[in-house]
C-alpha cells in the first residue's frame, strides 16, 4: 500500500490522501484549501493522478476542509462513487451546494466592484455543479465493512460532528487508520470517539497539538459577554460553522434564557445552511444527545432569517439583539455584510466559536489586529472581539493522547500527524514521542509513505 499526501499537511485544511495498493486508488477525503492566499491557491492546481484511474473518495465527515473539493473532481470528468456516512450525506447535500453559491456570488460581487485582477472572476465551481456532484454519493453505516476493490474499509464514529468517522482500510496484510477530525469525550451535543483497533499506520490529526481547551466554563463566558453587550446597548455578532459550533451555541443560549441567566434578546440564526443543518441534527437523534425537548427549546429562542431581504432587514435593528452567521472563520458568508456594518461601533461584540486556520479574518482578529479587509476595504475595529474556545469540536492534545491509550493500538504504531499548523503538529510530536511509545512523525505536503 502506498499513501502520497495531498493536503492537510502543515496545515488544518485541504485534507486529501492518496491510497495505492497494487490493483485499487482511492482518496481518503477531498477537501478545499482554506485560509492564506497561497494555500487557496492550491485548489487551482491540478492533483498529481489521473482522476479516470480513481476507484473512489471515502470521506471522514462534511466539513469542507475534507468534502469541499469533490465538486471540483466533478467537473474535471470524475463519475465514480462517493462513500461516506449517511449523516454526512445529508450534510454535504447543504454543504456543498452552499459553497458552489457562495462561491458564485463573489465572484460575481468582485467582477462588478473590479476587486479581482481577473477581468471575469470566476468561481472554483458553481452551485449548480455542486449540487450534481452529490450523485456520487453512497451511503454507508458505522461499522459496516465493505470493499473497493482489494481495499477492506470500516467507518467508525468520531465524534466531532454528525456523521464523523475515522477509516479503517485493510489491504494487502496491513491495516491503516485515518483519525479525521476526532470529537472531544465531554461535547455537549456529540458523543465521544470510538477507541480505534490495532493499526499498522495511523494518520492523525494535530489540530490542538499544542493547547489545551480552556478549562473555565463556557456558559458562564458567554452569560458574560451576551450581559455586557446588552447593557452598552450592542449587538452580538457570533460567526459559526454551520455544522457543529451553531447547534452548540443555540443550546448553550437556550440553556442561559431558561436557567434566567441572560436576557431573552432577539437571536436571529441569519443562515439558510445552518438552518438546514440543524433539522437534520435534531432528526438523527441516535447520533448526538440533544432530546426532542432540547432541539425545540433551541428553536423557541430564535428567529430564522432564510431570506437575503430578511438578512438586510436587520440593518434596521436599533434594541440589542444576537446575529448567528456563517462563516465561522469569517471567510464569507453573511456574517461579513453585518460585520461590515458593525465593527466599527465599540457597543458590538464579535464572538468566534471555534478554530480560525492562519489568514482567515477570523484569525487576524483574534491576533488583534486593528483593521480587517472586508469586500475590498480596509476598516477599523472598534468591537469587543472574543472568542468562545470551549465550544471547539476537536479533542486537545491530552485529549487525543487518551483516546490513543484507550485504543487497541501497539506500543510501536506508527504516527503521522496530519492536519495541524507546523507548530501544533510539531509540539505533538513531541508529547507523544515523550509520553507514549508509538513511533510518532509530522507527515509532509506530497509526501509518499509506503506500509
Known amino acids: ?178 483519525s479525521g477530525d476526532v470529537g472531544r469525550p465531554n461535547d455537549d451535543i456529540m458523543y465521544p470517539p470510538k477507541p480505534l483497533p490495532e493499526l499498522d499506520l495511523l494518520l492523525l490529526e494535530s489540530t490542538y497539538g499544542n493547547r489545551l481547551h480552556d478549562k473555565s466554563d463556557p456558559y458562564e463566558q458567554l452569560a458574560e459577554i451576551v450581559n455586557s453587550t446588552a447593557k452598552k446597548g450592542g449587538v452580538l455578532l457570533i460567526p459559526s460553522f454551520a455544522v457543529g459550533r451553531t447547534e452548540s451555541i443555540q443550546h448553550m443560549l437556550a440553556t442561559l434564557i431558561k436557567e434566567e441567566r441572560i436576557p431573552r434578546l432577539p437571536i436571529y440564526l441569519d443562515s439558510p445552511m445552518a438552518i438546514s443543518v440543524f433539522d437534520i441534527y435534531c432528526k438523527h437523534f441516535e447520533l448526538n444527545r440533544l432530546t426532542k425537548q432540547e432541539c425545540q427549546e433551541m428553536c423557541d429562542i430564535v428567529s430564522f432569517t432564510r431570506k437575503v431581504d430578511e438578512s438586510k432587514a436587520l440593518a434596521d435593528l436599533v434594541m440589542p439583539h444576537i446575529i448567528i452567521a456563517g462563516s465561522g472563520m469569517a471567510t464569507g458568508g453573511r456574517i461579513l455584510h453585518h460585520m461590515k456594518r458593525l465593527i466599527g461601533d465599540y457597543r458590538t461584540t464579535v464572538l468566534f466559536t471555534g478554530y480560525s486556520s492562519g489568514g482567515t479574518r477570523g484569525a487576524k482578529m483574534m491576533a488583534g489586529n486593528d483593521t480587517v479587509k472586508i469586500h475590498g476595504q480596509w476598516l477599523p475595529i472598534k468591537a469587543r472581539v472574543e472568542a468562545l474556545d470551549g465550544l471547539s469540536g476537536h479533542g486537545d492534545y491530552a485529549d487525543l493522547t487518551q483516546w490513543l491509550l484507550s485504543s487497541n493500538l501497539k506500543k510501536n504504531t506508527k504516527i503521522q500527524l496530519v492536519h495541524g499548523e507546523p507548530e501544533a503538529s510539531e509540539a505533538m510530536r513531541d508529547h507523544l514521542r515523550q509520553t507514549t511509545k508509538f513511533d510518532v512523525e509530522v507527515a509532509s505536503y506530497h509526501k509518499i509513505l509506503r506500509v
Open 1 to 178: 500500500m502506498r499513501i502520497t499526501f495531498l493536503g492537510g499537511t502543515e496545515t488544518v485544511t485541504g485534507s486529501k490522501y492518496f491510497v495505492e495498493t497494487e490493483n485499487t486508488k482511492i482518496l481518503v477525503d477531498c477537501g478545499l484549501y482554506q485560509g492564506y492566499k497561497w494555500l487557496r491557491e492550491r485548489n487551482r492546481e491540478p492533483l498529481p493522478l489521473d482522476i479516470n484511474d480513481l476507484d473512489a473518495i471515502v470521506l471522514t465527515h462534511a466539513h469542507l476542509d475534507h468534502s469541499g473539493f469533490i465538486p471540483v473532481l466533478y467537473k474535471q470528468g470524475y463519475r465514480g462513487p462517493v462513500f461516506t456516512h449517511g449523516a454526512t450525506t445529508s450534510l454535504c447535500s447543504i454543504l456543498l451546494p452552499d459553497s458552489g453559491h457562495i462561491q458564485e456570488e463573489d465572484a460575481k460581487f468582485y467582477g462588478k466592484h473590479k476587486l479581482s485582477k481577473h477581468k471575469k472572476p470566476e468561481p472554483l465551481y458553481d452551485k449548480a455543479t455542486a449540487e450534481a456532484s452529490l450523485s456520487l454519493f453512497k451511503s454507508v453505516n458505522f461499522d459496516q465493512e465493505f470493499s473497493i476493490g482489494d481495499i477492506n474499509i470500516t467507518l467508525q464514529s468520531a465524534g466531532h460532528i454528525l456523521g464523523a468517522a475515522s477509516i479503517i482500510l485493510k489491504a494487502e496484510g496491513k491495516r491503516v487508520g485515518f
